[in-house]
């Protein structure tokens, strides 16, 4: 089957989860199937990541948006019902050449990331599939609730405007999806349950990687750092948990690691606080430490920094917030805290007692094994685009 798989941007290198799950799925679905890739970018084409991507893509198209004319149509969008970030993207150059894509390569099924390309959908003809991944709206509601009266009023009119859109999207697709069932029930309406469940998985080489026994750092935390849960998540561990740990334990030294830091975290930064921005290979850093922690306290989805870390061998501390998604046992495969305080006393639990950190990381590295596999979440993906063709015959 050809199918066409349309993102917001390029997905290589893998920065972002959005690019992670895209990349994945694409190599993947490229073994059944012949994937052609079409992508927004700002920037200029990525030669080396065209270069990852034909190893999976029949052809790949690359369309250049202009900055300003996305920023004035966001501006415009302000006297209309469609999201912010929807108008961001709605090109009408961009769709016309999506358009001649799909023809020019006979499509069978359009595959769509995130509700903010739903405009693009609509003159296609062929079978067409969005996946949600997360409920943007709720993500920019808990957004809201972190920010500055500005940012609030901005996030909270977004996320009214995200939950009416993403009702909407079940009469413009054929089949929808999303990453766990916790966001699904997030959907604001009745039709949730229409929606399939295509989780996120990990690649085979982490599993694999090898074990390091001298590790420069007690915690690690990663991500995109200019991804504002990511922010609120590093600022948090760094001002309020580590001042705790470090009462009993001051030589305890942290990694952060993840591009795109804002300045105002990047001042954090000192001797026990290491921050090496865009890595290139995160199961370096990854097989360098010994406790990974996760501390969301916004933002949706299943965090895919807590699966590889989990499948690295390493013990996990989250919060409920991100254990939503991911379903670990508490006290098991995994540690849940609530508070600073109780972040702080799971830290200090692991490092006193390595049997209990060996434990919690042996059934965290099983747990992710067992469900969270690319391959099977992809046949998922594959058997729902099979059923759409054998309809259009």
Same mark, same amino acid.
């Given at each position: ?17 959005? %690019? ?79 358009? &001649? ?23 296609? %003809? ?67 349950? &229409? ?39 590093? &600022?948090?561990?760094?001002?309020? /948990? ?10 305890? %030294?942290?990694? /952060? ?137």
């Amino acid at each position: 089957m050809k199918v066409a798989v349309v993102l917001t941007r390029i997905p290589f290198p893998l920065m972002k989860g959005d %690019k992670l799950r895209a990349y994945y799925q694409i190599k993947e679905l490229s073994k059944e199937h012949e994937i052609h890739l079409f992508c927004l970018n700002y920037k200029d084409e990525e030669e080396k990541a065209k270069q990852e991507l034909y190893k999976y893509c029949k052809t790949i198209h690359i369309e250049k948006l202009n900055l300003f004319t996305s920023l004035w149509r966001v501006a415009l969008s302000l006297f209309s019902n469609i999201p912010f970030q929807t108008a961001y993207y709605n090109s009408l150059r961009a769709k016309k050449r999506l358009c &001649e894509f799909v023809d020019k390569n006979e499509i069978d099924i359009c595959y769509f990331q995130f509700v903010r390309l739903a405009p693009f959908a609509k003159r296609i %003809k062929q079978r067409k599939v969005l996946d949600f991944q997360d409920t943007l709206s709720v993500n920019m509601k808990r957004r809201a609730d972190k920010s500055n009266l500005l940012s609030r009023l901005i996030f909270s009119y977004e996320a009214k405007k995200l939950a009416k859109y993403e009702a909407k999207m079940f009469d413009c697709f054929d089949a929808l999806t999303i990453i766990t069932d916790a966001d699904r029930e997030l959907l604001k309406t009745d039709r949730r349950n &229409e929606v399939k469940i295509i989780a996120n998985g990990v690649s085979e080489n982490y599993f694999e990687y090898p074990k390091r026994e001298n590790k420069p750092f007690d915690l690690l935390f990663s991500g995109a750092m200019s991804y504002a849960p990511n922010i609120d998540a590093a &600022e948090y561990l760094i001002k309020e /948990i580590m001042p705790i740990v470090w009462q009993q334990k001051p030589d305890v %030294k942290i990694a /952060i690691a993840g591009g795109g830091a804002p300045l105002s975290l990047q001042k954090l930064a000192n001797e026990r606080v290491v921050m090496p921005g865009w890595v290139d290979d995160m199961k370096e850093y990854y097989s360098q430490s010994n406790i990974f922690i996760a501390p969301m306290q916004i933002g949706t989805g299943l965090q895919n920094k807590l699966l590889e870390a989990m499948a690295m061998n390493m013990p996990c501390i989250t919060s409920p917030l991100a254990n939503q998604a991911l379903k670990a046992k508490d006290k098991t495969e995994i540690l849940i805290a609530n508070n600073a305080k109780e972040y702080a006393d799971c830290v200090l639990r692991l490092l006193d007692n390595p049997t209990l950190a060996k434990e919690i990381a042996d059934a965290g590295k099983d747990y992710v094994y067992q469900h969270y596999s690319w391959k099977t979440n992809c046949d998922r993906l594959s058997e729902i685009f099979y059923e759409l063709n054998s309809l259009s015959r």
